[in-house]
């Protein structure tokens, strides 16, 4: 990984944010693999820290020989589990390195996630590709124009389309990201949009990750033509007790630490 001298939160260009995303997650894939891989499984769809699965909320709906489009699949552990559910799954990634654990994982369990290289806010797709789009953590954390990637969904989706993502819940810009009671006590002004840099030795963008505040996103949904059908905050169960960064059943029963929004593009209508 690249070493770290300094954090920083001012504003960062659309380039240089892919640039340091996509070095930070080639340089990250493998320890992030081993540390939650087990816990995301080969083929499971994980939602989230809070361990929401979609076998039992069911967001996408009935998948079977649905064109399902994943939003920053990593390792494709989502779209695989699609895959068993009859779906027809195409994923893509910023992360060659995330990608090649995708491979490593479809020769290991025979089950194949066809996924290419690419940046979520141009998608080499064809308009009208998809029925269902989904991202679980993907891409739209870790890209300076959210409203550029809503716009490519709105494109690749069929009309009537479904789109459900998830995101760290942005009620948690406030506090520090600790999964001890330090993280209990706000700090820091929730409306200050200015992202999370990690710099490097050269004081170059390292790690990029851009916060919008609730209204933010839900004013890009509907600016980006989506409909907004629902969003959840899922509660932390009970007897979940791993944590995973600044997720963690202390912080989890008080305070949100995801929301997932469900969004449609309207049908085309005579």
């Known amino acids: 990984m690249t070493p770290v001298s300094g ?23 493998d320890d992030y693999q081993a540390e939650h891989g087990e816990f995301l499984r080969d083929a499971g769809f994980v939602w989230c820290p809070e361990g929401l699965d979609e076998a039992d909320a069911g967001l996408l709906g009935d998948v079977a020989g649905r064109r399902v489009l994943e939003i920053g699949c990593g390792a494709g552990q989502c779209g695989r589990w699609l895959v068993t559910q009859g779906a027809r799954v195409t994923g893509f990634d910023l992360s060659f390195r995330q990608l090649r654990h995708s491979q490593r994982i479809d020769l290991d369990t025979g089950v194949v996630l066809p996924a290419v290289q690419a940046d979520a806010e141009r998608l080499p797709f064809a308009a009208d590709s998809f029925d269902l789009a989904c991202s679980a953590f993907g891409a739209l954390p870790f890209v300076a124009d959210a409203g550029a990637v809503f716009g490519e969904v709105v494109r690749v989706l069929r009309p009537g389309g479904r789109f459900v993502f998830s995101v760290s819940h942005p009620i948690r810009w406030a506090f520090p990201d600790d999964p001890g009671p330090r993280g209990l006590t706000a700090d820091r002004s929730y409306f200050n949009r200015m992202p999370y840099t990690e710099l490097d030795e050269y004081g170059a963008p390292c790690y990029v990750e851009h916060h919008r505040t609730l209204g933010d996103w839900v004013g890009l949904i509907a600016a980006s033509g989506l409909e907004l059908r629902g969003l959840l905050e899922p509660e932390w169960p009970a007897g979940h007790e791993r944590e995973w960064g600044g997720w963690s059943p202390l912080r989890g029963r008080i305070l949100p630490g995801t929301a997932i929004f469900t969004c449609t593009r309207p049908a085309t209508t005579g």
């Open 7 to 29: 954090v920083a939160r001012e504003p960062v260009s659309a380039a240089s944010t892919s640039r340091a995303n996509r070095g930070w997650w080639d340089a990250s894939a």
